[in-house]
């Protein structure tokens, strides 16, 4: 590769990226069964140009660049820090970064993963490492297969594994209230819908290594008498506010727990 060609797409890979996360919009309002699908595809068509500018400045006659990959992933950081920094209010730095994560999780990485180049794992890895360390934060990359096969079990990754662990069908009572309750309730709320984000963000991750672990049954076990059949007995009760409460002690001790 020439050096003209090297520098087109070097540049187009780094502004690219940036693209992909913080031209976006709102990545919760496409996040639903019957549009995401369609919607990441648009994503994937709109920047598979940057993806493979990624993949020809990674890979070389002689090998593979890891310094490239570096310096991609800690631009992106840098310039998210940069975004977050203009926002003077703490609470919509916070809505921003919770975008940011949600953005990276389902349009991002997925995006970067479906082309199966040589850079998409190093790569996703790094970012994920990095912007981690950066935020304070506990997101994790999935495929788009995997978040595709996430919908049509109805994105409750933890209680569905959780039930499934104890014989239950997947359309079982306890799952479609609590899918309900979900839809119905969290997301009608700005709180709610954050926490929802927030769930979507590590619950693949920590399924993963729970389903991992020696002890995966009775962790699941554990969840389910400490934290989701106390849930359906509120919402049976109509105190929805004390279920989101008990959800949201659910999500951030299993975070600290699998993702710290």
């Known amino acids: 590769m020439d050096i003209v060609a090297y520098g087109e797409y ?14 976006a919009g709102n990545p919760l309002s496409s996040f639903k069964k019957s549009l995401y699908p369609e ?9 598979i140009e940057v993806i493979d500018a990624i993949e020809k400045v990674y890979v070389k ?10 310096k991609l992933a800690d631009h992106l950081v840098d310039q998210a820090a940069a975004e977050l920094e203009r926002i003077p209010k ?12 949600m953005t990276l999780a389902v349009y991002t990485f997925p995006a970067i993963l479906e082309k199966k180049g040589q850079s998409a794992e190093p790569l996703t890895n790094l970012i994920v490492e990095k912007w981690n360390t950066a935020f304070k934060t506990s997101i994790g990359c999935a495929s ?25 069908a997947d359309n079982c009572y306890e799952l479609e209230l609590l899918r309900d ?10 709180e709610g819908a954050a926490l929802v984000k927030e769930y979507y963000n590590i619950a693949p991750t920590i399924v993963s290594r729970i389903a991992r672990s020696e002890t995966s049954e009775q962790v699941y076990e554990e969840i389910w008498q400490n934290y ?16 989101r409460e008990q959800y949201m002690a659910m999500v951030y001790e299993l975070k600290g727990r699998y993702m710290a």
């Not at 703490?90 to 994560?101: A, F, H, I, P, V």
């Open 181 to 190: 309750y979900r839809d119905q309730y969290l997301l009608s709320t700005p």
């Open 10 to 23: 070097y540049n187009k890979a780094m502004q690219g990226l940036e693209d992909m996360l913080f031209q």
């Open 61 to 70: 006659e002689d090998g593979v660049d890891e310094e490239w990959l570096h």
């Open 144 to 168: 788009y297969e995997k978040i595709e096969t996430g919908f049509h079990r109805k994105l409750c990754y933890i209680t569905t594994a959780v039930c499934e662990s104890q014989g239950k």
């Open 90 to 101: 703490k609470g919509k730095r916070s809505e921003q970064l919770t975008d940011y994560n």
């Open 228 to 243: 989701l059949a106390p849930c359906v007995h509120l919402i049976e009760a109509g105190k929805k506010e004390d279920c």
């Open 39 to 47: 919607a990441f595809q648009a994503y994937l068509r709109k920047y």
